[in-house]
């Protein structure tokens, strides 16, 4: 199958199989790239669904997952501090709104929040939503169905949780919860009317088959806002020797991502700052969302920044898929 027999089998609305997807993987870059524009133009047009995040709750992390600073079990020197209240999440969501980001996250550390941190966070979803019209998302890991109603009762529309990787390689990142506790979440979040955004991380070590099925169990899912992280390797982290993956892999990783979901919103998240273009690439290779402004425990890029480079590549901002 050639670049652009695979293009036209997306467009007729034929779905992208696993081994057809392999395949596309091996192709010219620059022919799979284009196609995968072509792709991303047809069935999203040129909304651009642009967030930012806010990190609500830093440190001890009973997790062990090995990409992440904020990870109890490692020693990264990275901040710490318990749910932020009201006032500090309602200044930084109104900086935000004014800047024109539709789209603000309250992330938070931890396996999952506590019965009195829930309800902390709904205090400070409902006073964000009073105060500005951004969507509110939330990320407070595997929350169960009763805890994501209370929140999306408060306000918030949209529940963020990573697979990460695929079911095989999972267990070589994290083993303190499972591949299927993620899902299990997710599905709680849906079936609270939550919509939701899940992806994962790339440059961990994983293959190119393992981010394929890790795409192929979100589109079974129904998900249809796709982080893409690019591991930045942390000090202090077991991934710390891992070498950051180019501009050319993000590109083919994205462009093959376009393919088996076509009408999704891929979003360029954490470790974009390492591409010496921002992302600006990418974006022409079937990227169509991001993460502005710094992310957790890294530096980002600048709101101002991205939204010229969105005008330059002539996107809108736009909130997308939020059911």
Do not use: W
């Amino acid at each position: 199958m050639t670049v652009q027999e695979a293009k036209q089998q997306v467009l007729r609305g034929e779905p992208i199989t696993k081994e057809q997807a392999l395949e596309l993987a091996n192709a010219p870059l620059a022919d799979l790239t284009q196609a995968a524009d072509s792709i991303r133009e047809h069935f999203c047009g040129n909304g651009f669904d642009i967030c930012t995040i806010i990190n609500a709750k830093s440190g001890k992390c009973s997790e062990n997952c090995k990409f992440c600073a904020q990870s109890a079990h490692y020693h990264t020197g990275s901040e710490e501090y318990a749910l932020l209240g009201s006032e500090e999440i309602v200044k930084q969501a109104t900086y935000n709104a004014e800047r024109g980001v539709l789209r603000y996250s309250l992330v938070t550390s931890g396996r999952r929040l506590t019965e009195q941190e829930v309800n902390t966070e709904c205090q400070s979803v409902r006073a964000v939503r009073e105060a500005t019209d951004i969507a509110v998302c939330i990320s407070n890991g595997l929350l169960d169905e009763a805890s994501y109603r209370r929140l999306k009762d408060a306000g918030a529309t949209r529940v963020h949780n990573n697979l990460e990787t695929s079911r095989r390689y999972f267990p070589s990142v994290c083993t303190t919860h499972t591949y299927d506790d993620k899902i299990n979440a997710i599905r709680a979040a849906q079936r609270a009317g939550l919509s939701v955004c899940s992806g994962g991380i790339v440059g961990m070590g994983e293959t190119m088959e393992d981010r394929i099925d890790m795409i192929l169990d979100l589109r079974e899912l129904g998900v249809r806002s796709i982080p893409v992280n690019m591991l930045n390797p942390i000090p202090g982290t077991p991934y710390e020797p891992l070498t950051p993956l180019t501009n050319e892999d993000f590109c083919r990783i994205v462009a093959v991502f376009r393919f088996l979901i076509p009408e999704a919103s891929i979003r360029l998240a954490g470790g974009r700052g390492l591409l010496s273009d921002q992302g600006r690439a990418c974006f022409r290779s079937g990227a169509n969302a991001a993460i502005s402004g710094d992310m957790l425990t890294t530096s980002g890029i600048t709101i101002q920044t991205d939204m010229q480079m969105l005008t330059e590549l002539g996107y809108v901002p736009q909130l997308c898929h939020d059911v």
